[in-house]
């Protein structure tokens, strides 16, 4: 029988650290919401244009320490960006159409997957065990029940406009997970992790930053906008992203991704109580299997990783 023991207090603060950012992330689609005149694109943009920038700035000493390794790992850091500036895009349209409740549940809750095929596909090695398999179980499980336990008559959404929300959270998914693991590759080369996460957001917001040109219109058209948006870029965009990139220094890519799948219950709790969608006793169940899966994560299994057959 393998030996559970608990994890070192290294990657214990880099677990936490990845929650309290989770928990600040699960804030942004009640929040958006707030704000219906200013559009997804406008407020994904602005936030993480925001966000990232200021990351850039806050970190401008490890950028310029490890601007050599930085160049050398540039197109990483160009795709690490292309990632980014499709998430908010991807999530905050997939949330306006399909409602908060399940489009951050597909977002978060595909990341895990996508995350652990790069991983394998690419990096050569997982840190798949029999616990990490078990606990992915529960989490996807939770997410599955979350996402189809919202009641769809409390939130106005066709059943195209679900589906076009569900697949845009698949691409938000799929985005995320690109930019957790190539800032991981980038610390494991020997990068900061605030200049591997700051260099990916400053380049991403050259792209996301002009598109407010076309879609900001409402963006500060009073206080109750502005207000908005300021909080989503300063406190989930940047004060969140500082805080993973700090969890990621003692964490596994893959285990940050699931750690992440607090995001959507976060977001569950604030869509009932706040925005009025519906989660039935499928939901809340989901949301237990989601924290049994968080229990699990927290705890350091000394086993073998099982490798991928590559035959």
């Known amino acids: 029988m393998s030996t559970i023991t608990q994890a070192s207090p290294g990657t214990q603060m880099g677990h936490i650290a990845i929650l309290i950012a989770s928990f600040l992330w699960g804030t942004t689609g009640t929040v ?117 336990s919202n009641d769809a008559s409390t939130y106005h959404t066709s059943t195209q406009d679900t589906l076009v929300g569900i697949i845009l959270g698949l691409v938000a998914g799929l985005a995320y997970a690109l930019y957790a693991w190539i800032g991981k590759h980038l610390i494991e080369a020997g990068i900061h992790s605030k200049a591997s996460i700051s260099s990916m957001f400053g380049v991403s917001a050259l792209v996301l930053l002009p598109s407010l040109w076309f879609t900001g219109d409402h963006l ?50 604030f869509a009932v109580t706040i925005v009025g969608e519906h989660i039935t006793t499928w939901g809340w169940i989901g949301m237990l299997l989601i924290g049994v899966c968080l229990v699990l994560q927290t705890w350091k299994q000394n086993t073998q990783a099982l490798q991928p057959s590559l035959d």
């Open 32 to 148: 958006a919401s707030l704000a219906p005149a200013i559009s997804p694109l406008a407020i994904g943009a602005f936030a993480m244009g925001i966000g990232g920038l200021l990351q850039a700035l806050v970190a401008m000493k490890n950028l310029q320490q490890d601007r050599s390794l930085l160049w050398q790992h540039r197109r990483l850091v160009v795709l690490g960006a292309l990632g980014i500036a499709t998430y908010p895009l991807a999530f905050y349209s997939s949330m306006h159409l399909a409602g908060v409740a399940i489009g951050t549940v597909v977002t978060i809750g595909s990341a895990p997957f996508f995350t652990a095929l790069l991983e394998w596909l690419i990096s050569k090695k997982s840190p798949v065990t029999t616990r990490w398999l078990i606990s992915l179980s529960l989490g996807i499980t939770g997410i599955l029940l979350l996402a189809f």
């Open 220 to 269: 500060f058209a009073d206080l109750h906008n502005a207000s908005v948006a300021l909080y989503m870029a300063i406190v989930p965009m940047f004060l969140g992203y500082v805080l993973f990139s700090f969890g990621l220094k003692t964490t596994h890519a893959s285990t940050a991704t699931i750690l992440t799948l607090f995001e959507p219950v976060v977001a569950a709790m």
